[in-house]
């Protein structure tokens, strides 16, 4: 480090990473609050809540790039904040305010996401019963028309003779 400026430049930028942090969490909250709309609904819109996921993907990247770049800057400034707490106390407030925050959305995401992936899996569990009883009554269908293919000789007449 070479001076103060430097110093509150980067704790500044640690200020800026956990804001957007926090920007990001409310959007993937959003997100993740529609995917269980999706789940709670008659009939899920699977193309809508596979879309969800990759949006969520990419924000959950977002969010280990950021967290990366805050645990280097506070590597560097970790000695500079016990040395001088004082210097920093207005930073240090808001950070530990935006963590808070952070944490609080945090927990808000992993509770709903419990409960989705509860709804998903009972979800699945549907998905392959139907599958399954679509497959019973596909086999059902094709052993009857073997069996009425099988059925029927040449020469035998599909019509009753009606003379008496």
Known sequence: MTGPNEKLIYAGMMTDSLKKKKEILKKLLAQTEEQ????????????????????????????????????????????????DPGAYADDIKIMK??????????????????????????????ERQKLRESNRSQQTAMTYLQNMNGYHKPGDSYFVNETK
């Open 97 to 126: 305010k935006l963590i808070g925050d952070v944490t609080d959305l945090g927990t808000k995401i992993q509770v709903i996401e419990k409960k989705n992936n509860d709804r998903f899996q009972k979800y699945l569990t549907t």
């Open 36 to 83: 269980e709309a999706l789940l709670s609904s008659e009939e899920m819109d699977v193309d809508r809540f596979e879309a969800l996921l990759d949006e969520k993907g990419k924000g959950i990247d977002e969010l280990n790039k950021i967290d990366d770049g805050f645990d280097n800057l506070f590597g560097k400034m970790e000695a500079e904040f016990k040395s």
